[in-house]
């Protein structure tokens, strides 16, 4: 059996301007950055400093305006939408801010969605499973206007793990919460993925939150900079 | 996989109530397009089969030959059914008592259409050889009784009993003889019938439109020029009612088809901008842009193929009642089933949703995924595909209703200028506001800065509530209105007998007949047979189609364009000193005391003989030559039932004649006996009955009405769901708005009135718009298709703002005051998470 390779993540001067009517602003500055296999990292940063557009690309849901972008050894800045649509649906999971669990759905079948777009078997019964672990097991049935914040993004964290991924972006997946909910939520994400070995690439602004990586970069005025590494490789 | 997504989807949507405004849209639609195919064909062909009945067959050959049985034979091959009728006049004899009578002698088939009952004794007996049925004042003129017999000619025949119901009882043009039935067999036996007899011979075909019209073409070749089609007639009384009935429900239909259209493409929008969101995420969680598309389409799919289910059994269904009112209203009414109103109805369907709602849903699918991270704003810039798609529906679906290309263009037309003129008023007053709109201090002032802010949304929004204020003002007024006015001109006791051959002396002594029987004569015309024998020396040529009271085609026809078509028959003129009320100059001056030979003309026969004003007309009056100068063309109304002519002379050119005179009274059915009292004392008195058509027109009138009332709730429950849509989509934008300025501390009762204001301005405006256009296209259609004279509807001028005020804000309150009851956080949370 081929060992997998540990660089999961890797970014090559990476740079995002976008045009203006009269002028052009550039959001993202010549970011090189490693992320290995299994670590967790924290992108820290001001309001507007570019985290979320770095994550964005990260994640293959935008594109960078110049340099490459590789995940999990494969070029995401030569790959189409629908190319990086179905390597997202393999490999890669998401819990947001804002919970975005579709409202018409119930809580089982919003955690089964990404099950389904994978073509994964069991699905339902993977659901139950993670609604479990969750503590949402008896809420199953429920519509997410039905529950609460904090249930909300226990549903979302369970959608999160069900495929498997082998990386998970988390952008401030506990801001819209309360102390109390919000720390149990972070207990919840980070369980599941010591659990699952997955990658973790956390947006937030939170430094207790971002203390629990193993890695902090700091993004400011959209340039990326290492401030803790507790085992990442890196180039800046 | 994603079918089953979708369908979970589609299924939980549903339940949530998502696709519902998208669902009542396509349902409505289609519950629109079947039902009223549905029941305008079932009024149609009831009309027709009525119609038909008045003739006692689908169509008529007319000839003065003998009945030819080549005619029946072809009519044999073609599976037609026929029957044999012939029609003259001839004095009948009862012991020392004679009569001149109408016979009509008939073949057993007869008659193909409608119903004949015979009496005798209370009891319905059948018509059979060697017996007379007759008028009940044949027996009173005669003096006899059931089992007597009367002469005919050279034979003796039983009369067996009265006619009680007879399909196809002399209308216009009767001569007013009293009637007698019998059996043609018989007629050879009374040897009445010698060459060059006055014989109308008739046969009489019925069976389907398309056996008719092979009869006719089979035929064209062996008819002799004298011979001539009749059928249900749409230049007559009863065909140009018909017509405008049919006219009548098509438009309304239209606009209920296209308003349901719009709440669906709004729905549709709306939707589309509420499930961004969701797209972004299933395109974050993996899904491509092609999945994402085929699951909404998959969805659009489900919702049409549900809606459409239901429209169509809920049209059915409504086809069903209205054949079984149909059926009370004719008794021998057999409902057709036709798979068209359901075929319309599928395609209506899929129309609306794939070239309405379909483009907003698949523009959903272009969402980029990017937007879980950062919502972008939903695009309020004009759509041009949708716009094209949404056009090229509208104008699909006017012509697959009307079938008629020019109607289709001309509506298609008329709506784009609507639309056009609508955004231009809207973008025009928006921008007057700014002024006003400068603060945001008080309710009011924001209300009209948010209008100014949103000035395209608004115009797009005004244009929709415009159209649905204006479908809904305009059928209304149609139906009360115009309708109105059309039964005005039949009015209850419209003149349903016509009295001829009245000489000066008789004149005075009827009048007082009539009042004597609280009846009241109409004006004495007086009446004289002519000829017009040429203009400006010039002979006329015979005419190509009969006038229109006798809407017949020839056998064989000779054209020529640049000869004057004359009328080929004698006519009734009369001479006048006055312009008769129903009449109208169109070019020309009405006699004057000084008028010496002047004759004033119809204006449509004037065309037709291509007479211009000063032509000298040379007519054959009592053998004796006249001419005259044409003066005047005249505008004759003759849906009015009152005398009308077709030429009027100066009265200096008749004061030699013998004067004879005709007038219009209206004779309630209970009284029919008066006829009798007529025909007693004034025996060279002709009566014509014109009750048949009367009563037929009435019932038309009544029918349109019952199926625009149908029309008009299906019309406003579509301008209600367009409303609604369209204030929901609205609100959806102010919805962010509310949360912040409730943060910021504006109370409840503050938003409440911004926003009632707004609207309030909106309903206003989109109800004074539509006054304006309704006005304008009811004047059209008044004048235009009703032949209406054109008057002002001040009702409309407050009805439409208020209409539009109230609805629009009674929708916007409705919906506002949930979003108002939320605890700021929730509805500060429901704003940042949308």
Same mark, same amino acid.
């Given at each position: 059996?081929?060992?997998?390779?540990?660089?999961?993540?890797? &970014?090559?001067?990476?740079?995002?301007?976008?045009?203006?009517?009269?002028?052009?602003?550039?959001?993202?500055?010549?970011?090189?950055?490693?992320?290995?296999?299994?670590?967790?990292?924290?992108?820290?940063?001001?309001?507007?400093?570019?985290?979320?557009?770095?994550?964005?690309?990260?994640?293959?849901?935008?594109?960078?305006?110049?340099?490459?972008?590789?995940?999990?050894?494969?070029?995401?800045?030569?790959?189409?939408?629908?190319?990086?649509?179905?390597?997202?649906?393999?490999?890669?999971?998401?819990?947001?801010?804002?919970?975005?669990?579709?409202?018409?759905?119930?809580?089982?079948?919003?955690? &089964?969605?990404?099950?389904?777009?994978?073509?994964?078997?069991?699905?339902?019964?993977?659901?139950?499973?993670?609604?479990?672990?969750?503590?949402?097991?008896?809420?199953?049935?429920?519509?997410?206007?039905?529950?609460?914040?904090?249930?909300?993004?226990?549903?979302?964290?369970?959608?999160?793990?069900?495929?498997?991924?082998?990386?998970?972006?988390?952008?401030?997946?506990?801001?819209?919460?309360?102390?109390?909910?919000?720390?149990?939520?972070?207990?919840?994400?980070?369980?599941?993925?010591?659990?699952?070995?997955?990658?973790?690439?956390?947006?937030?602004?939170?430094?207790?939150?971002?203390?629990?990586?193993?890695?902090?970069?700091?993004?400011?005025?959209?340039?990326?900079?290492?401030? &803790?590494?507790?085992?990442?490789?890196?180039?800046? | 996989?994603?079918?089953?997504?979708?369908?979970?989807?589609?299924?939980?949507?549903?339940?949530?109530?998502?696709?519902?405004?998208?669902?009542?849209?396509?349902?409505?639609?289609?519950?629109?397009?079947?039902?009223?195919?549905?029941?305008?064909?079932?009024?149609?062909?009831?009309?027709?089969?009525?119609?038909?009945?008045?003739? !006692?067959?689908?169509?008529?050959?007319?000839?003065?030959?003998?009945?030819?049985?080549?005619?029946?034979?072809?009519?044999?091959?073609?599976?037609?059914?026929?029957?044999?009728?012939?029609?003259?006049?001839?004095?009948?004899? !009862?012991?020392?008592?004679?009569?001149?009578?109408?016979?009509? /002698?008939?073949?057993?088939?007869?008659?193909?259409?409608?119903?004949?009952?015979?009496?005798?004794?209370?009891?319905?007996?059948?018509?059979?050889?060697?017996?007379?049925?007759?008028?009940?004042? @044949?027996?009173?003129?005669?003096?006899?009784?059931?089992?007597?017999?009367?002469?005919?000619?050279?034979?003796?025949?039983?009369?067996?009993?009265?006619?009680?119901?007879?399909?196809?009882?002399?209308?216009?043009?009767?001569?007013?003889?009293?009637?007698?039935?019998?059996?043609?067999?018989? $007629?050879?036996?009374?040897?009445?019938?010698?060459?060059?007899?006055?014989?109308?011979?008739?046969?009489?075909?019925?069976?389907?439109?398309?056996?008719?019209?092979?009869?006719?073409?089979?035929?064209?070749?062996?008819?002799?020029?004298?011979?001539?089609?009749?059928?249900?007639?749409?230049?007559?009384?009863?065909?140009?009612?018909?017509?405008? !009935?049919?006219?009548?429900?098509?438009?309304?239909?239209?606009?209920?088809?296209?308003?349901?259209?719009?709440?669906?493409?709004? !729905?549709?929008?709306?939707?589309?901008?509420?499930?961004?969101?969701?797209?972004?995420?299933?395109?974050?969680?993996?899904?491509? *842009?092609?999945?994402?598309?085929?699951?909404?389409?998959?969805?659009?799919?489900?919702?049409?193929?549900?809606?459409?289910?239901?429209?169509?059994?809920?049209?059915?269904?409504?086809?069903?009642?209205?054949?079984?009112?149909?059926?009370? %209203?004719?008794?021998?009414?057999?409902?057709?089933?036709?798979?068209?109103?359901?075929?319309?109805?599928?395609?209506?369907?899929?129309?609306?949703?794939?070239?309405?709602?379909?483009?907003?849903?698949?523009?959903?699918?272009?969402?980029?995924?990017?937007?879980?991270?950062?919502?972008?704003?939903?695009?309020?810039?004009?759509? @041009?595909?949708?716009?094209?798609?949404?056009?090229?529906?509208?104008?699909?679906?006017?012509?697959?209703?009307?079938?008629?290309? $020019?109607?289709?263009?001309?509506?298609?037309?008329?709506?784009?200028?609507?639309?056009?003129?609508?955004?231009?008023?809207? /973008?025009?007053?928006?921008?007057?506001?700014?002024?006003?709109?400068?603060?945001?201090?008080?309710?009011?002032?924001?209300?009209?800065?948010?209008?100014?802010?949103?000035?395209?949304?608004?115009?797009?929004?005004?244009?929709?509530?415009?159209?649905?204020?204006?479908?809904?003002?305009?059928?209304?007024?149609?139906?009360?209105?115009?309708?109105?006015?059309?039964?005005?001109?039949?009015?209850?006791? /419209?003149?349903?007998?016509?009295?001829?051959?009245?000489?000066?002396?008789?004149?005075?002594?009827?009048?007082?007949?009539?009042?004597?029987?609280?009846?009241?004569?109409?004006?004495?015309?007086?009446?004289?047979?002519?000829?017009?024998?040429?203009?400006?020396?010039?002979?006329?040529?015979?005419? *190509?189609?009969?006038?229109?009271?006798?809407?017949?085609?020839?056998?064989?026809? #000779?054209?020529?364009?640049?000869?004057?078509?004359?009328?080929?028959?004698?006519?009734?003129?009369? %001479?006048?000193? *006055?312009?008769?009320?129903?009449?109208?100059?169109?070019?020309?001056?009405?006699? #004057?005391?000084?008028?010496?030979? *002047?004759?004033?003309?119809?204006?449509?026969?004037?065309?037709?003989?291509?007479?211009?004003?000063?032509?000298?007309?040379?007519?054959?009056?009592?053998?004796?030559?006249?001419? /005259?100068?044409?003066?005047?063309?005249?505008?004759?109304?003759?849906?009015?039932?009152?005398?009308?002519?077709?030429?009027?002379?100066?009265?200096?050119?008749?004061?030699?004649?013998?004067?004879?005179?005709?007038?219009?009274?209206?004779?309630?059915?209970?009284?029919?006996?008066?006829?009798?009292?007529?025909?007693?004392?004034?025996?060279?008195?002709?009566?014509?009955?014109?009750?048949?058509?009367?009563?037929?027109?009435?019932?038309?009138?009544?029918?349109?009405?019952?199926?625009?009332? @149908?029309?008009?709730?299906?019309?406003?429950?579509?301008?209600?769901?367009?409303?609604?849509?369209?204030?929901?989509?609205?609100?959806?934008?102010?919805?962010?708005?509310?949360?912040?300025?409730?943060?910021?501390?504006?109370?409840?009762?503050?938003?409440?009135?911004?926003?009632?204001?707004?609207?309030?301005?909106?309903?206003?405006?989109?109800?004074?718009?539509?006054?304006?256009?309704?006005?304008?296209?009811?004047?059209?259609?008044?004048?235009?298709?009703?032949?209406?004279?054109?008057?002002?509807?001040?009702?409309?001028?407050?009805?439409?703002?208020?209409?539009?005020?109230?609805?629009?804000?009674?929708?916007?309150?409705?919906?506002?005051?949930?979003?108002?009851?939320?605890?700021?956080?929730?509805?500060?949370?429901?704003?940042?998470?949308?």
């Amino acid at each position: 059996m081929n060992e997998l390779p540990s660089v999961f993540i890797e &970014t090559r001067n990476l740079q995002k301007t976008v045009q203006l009517p009269s002028s052009s602003l550039t959001i993202l500055t010549d970011i090189n950055l490693t992320i290995n296999r299994g670590q967790s990292v924290a992108i820290v940063g001001a309001s507007g400093s570019g985290k979320s557009t770095l994550l964005g690309i990260l994640a293959g849901l935008d594109q960078a305006t110049q340099g490459e972008v590789f995940l999990a050894g494969q070029a995401l800045h030569q790959m189409s939408d629908d190319e990086r649509a179905a390597l997202r649906a393999k490999k890669v999971g998401f819990v947001f801010q804002s919970f975005l669990l579709l409202p018409a759905l119930t809580a089982l079948e919003n955690v &089964t969605l990404p099950a389904e777009l994978a073509g994964l078997k069991d699905a339902r019964a993977k659901g139950l499973a993670l609604l479990e672990q969750v503590g949402l097991a008896e809420r199953a049935d429920f519509f997410p206007a039905q529950l609460s914040g904090g249930e909300q993004q226990r549903v979302a964290i369970a959608r999160a793990f069900i495929t498997k991924p082998e990386i998970l972006f988390a952008d401030e997946p506990s801001a819209n919460l309360d102390a109390n909910t919000g720390e149990m939520v972070e207990n919840l994400l980070f369980d599941l993925n010591q659990q699952q070995g997955t990658t973790l690439v956390l947006v937030t602004h939170k430094a207790s939150l971002a203390e629990r990586c193993q890695a902090q970069w700091v993004m400011q005025s959209g340039r990326l900079t290492l401030s &803790t590494d507790s085992g990442a490789k890196h180039a800046l | 996989m994603h079918f089953k997504i979708a369908w979970r989807m589609f299924w939980r949507e549903l339940r949530k109530g998502e696709l519902w405004i998208i669902a009542f849209a396509l349902v409505l639609a289609v519950v629109t397009v079947v039902s009223l195919t549905g029941i305008t064909e079932s009024v149609r062909s009831a009309l027709m089969q009525r119609s038909s009945s008045f003739m !006692a067959a689908d169509k008529v050959l007319r000839s003065p030959l003998p009945f030819n049985s080549a005619y029946f034979d072809t009519a044999a091959q073609l599976q037609l059914k026929s029957a044999r009728q012939m029609q003259f006049n001839t004095m009948v004899f !009862a012991d020392d008592v004679m009569q001149l009578v109408s016979v009509k /002698a008939v073949s057993a088939e007869y008659p193909l259409r409608g119903k004949l009952v015979l009496k005798a004794t209370d009891k319905i007996v059948e018509l059979t050889p060697g017996h007379v049925y007759v008028e009940k004042r @044949v027996m009173q003129l005669l003096q006899l009784d059931i089992g007597d017999k009367l002469s005919i000619g050279a034979t003796e025949l039983i009369l067996g009993g009265v006619i009680d119901q007879e399909p196809d009882a002399p209308t216009a043009g009767f001569t007013g003889q009293p009637r007698i039935l019998m059996h043609i067999n018989d $007629v050879a036996a009374t040897q009445v019938v010698q060459p060059g007899s006055q014989i109308n011979y008739r046969y009489l075909f019925a069976g389907t439109e398309t056996q008719l019209k092979q009869l006719q073409t089979s035929l064209e070749a062996k008819l002799t020029p004298s011979d001539r089609w009749q059928q249900v007639d749409r230049s007559s009384s009863i065909g140009s009612a018909l017509d405008r !009935a049919e006219k009548f429900l098509l438009l309304a239909g239209l606009l209920g088809i296209v308003l349901a259209a719009c709440a669906s493409a709004v !729905a549709a929008t709306r939707y589309s901008e509420r499930h961004r969101m969701a797209v972004a995420v299933i395109k974050a969680l993996g899904m491509t *842009e092609r999945q994402t598309k085929l699951l909404y389409f998959s969805q659009l799919l489900l919702i049409t193929m549900l809606s459409m289910i239901i429209g169509l059994i809920l049209g059915q269904l409504a086809c069903f009642g209205a054949q079984f009112l149909i059926e009370k %209203w004719v008794p021998d009414f057999v409902p057709v089933f036709s798979a068209r109103p359901l075929l319309i109805g599928i395609a209506t369907a899929f129309i609306c949703s794939m070239l309405f709602a379909l483009r907003p849903v698949l523009r959903l699918a272009e969402v980029p995924s990017l937007e879980v991270l950062r919502q972008g704003a939903p695009s309020v810039r004009l759509d @041009v595909v949708h716009l094209i798609t949404g056009a090229v529906a509208v104008f699909g679906l006017m012509w697959m209703f009307s079938q008629d290309w $020019v109607t289709s263009a001309l509506l298609f037309i008329g709506c784009a200028i609507f639309a056009g003129v609508l955004l231009l008023l809207a /973008a025009l007053l928006v921008r007057i506001v700014k002024p006003v709109a400068a603060g945001q201090s008080s309710a009011l002032q924001l209300a009209l800065a948010n209008l100014r802010r949103r000035l395209w949304a608004n115009s797009f929004q005004l244009i929709t509530f415009s159209q649905a204020i204006f479908l809904t003002l305009l059928l209304y007024f149609i139906r009360v209105e115009l309708i109105g006015q059309w039964q005005a001109q039949v009015p209850a006791n /419209a003149p349903n007998h016509f009295m001829v051959n009245i000489n000066d002396q008789q004149k005075l002594e009827l009048t007082t007949v009539l009042q004597q029987q609280q009846l009241s004569a109409g004006k004495f015309y007086p009446m004289i047979s002519g000829r017009i024998l040429s203009v400006n020396g010039e002979m006329l040529q015979e005419p *190509e189609m009969p006038d229109s009271a006798e809407n017949g085609q020839k056998g064989q026809q #000779t054209k020529n364009d640049n000869k004057r078509q004359g009328f080929g028959r004698e006519l009734n003129l009369t %001479w006048l000193s *006055e312009l008769p009320t129903n009449n109208q100059l169109t070019s020309g001056k009405w006699f #004057t005391a000084e008028s010496r030979a *002047e004759v004033s003309v119809e204006a449509r026969s004037a065309e037709r003989m291509k007479l211009t004003l000063g032509d000298k007309m040379a007519l054959s009056i009592g053998g004796q030559e006249v001419t /005259a100068t044409v003066t005047s063309f005249r505008k004759v109304d003759w849906n009015s039932l009152q005398p009308n002519f077709f030429v009027i002379l100066s009265p200096d050119l008749m004061v030699d004649f013998p004067a004879n005179y005709m007038t219009a009274v209206h004779i309630p059915a209970e009284r029919a006996d008066l006829l009798n009292e007529v025909a007693r004392q004034f025996p060279t008195v002709s009566v014509i009955s014109v009750s048949a058509i009367l009563t037929q027109i009435n019932e038309i009138i009544a029918q349109v009405s019952v199926a625009l009332s @149908v029309i008009m709730v299906l019309v406003f429950a579509a301008a209600v769901l367009v409303l609604i849509a369209q204030v929901q989509a609205s609100l959806d934008q102010r919805e962010q708005e509310i949360a912040i300025l409730r943060t910021l501390g504006a109370t409840k009762a503050f938003l409440l009135k911004a926003v009632v204001y707004e609207y309030l301005v909106l309903g206003l405006l989109a109800g004074g718009f539509a006054t304006v256009l309704v006005e304008a296209l009811l004047s059209v259609l008044q004048v235009r298709l009703f032949e209406l004279p054109f008057q002002l509807h001040p009702m409309l001028w407050w009805m439409g703002p208020t209409l539009g005020a109230v609805i629009i804000v009674s929708l916007a309150m409705v919906q506002l005051r949930g979003l108002l009851n939320m605890p700021s956080a929730v509805l500060l949370r429901r704003a940042l998470h949308a």
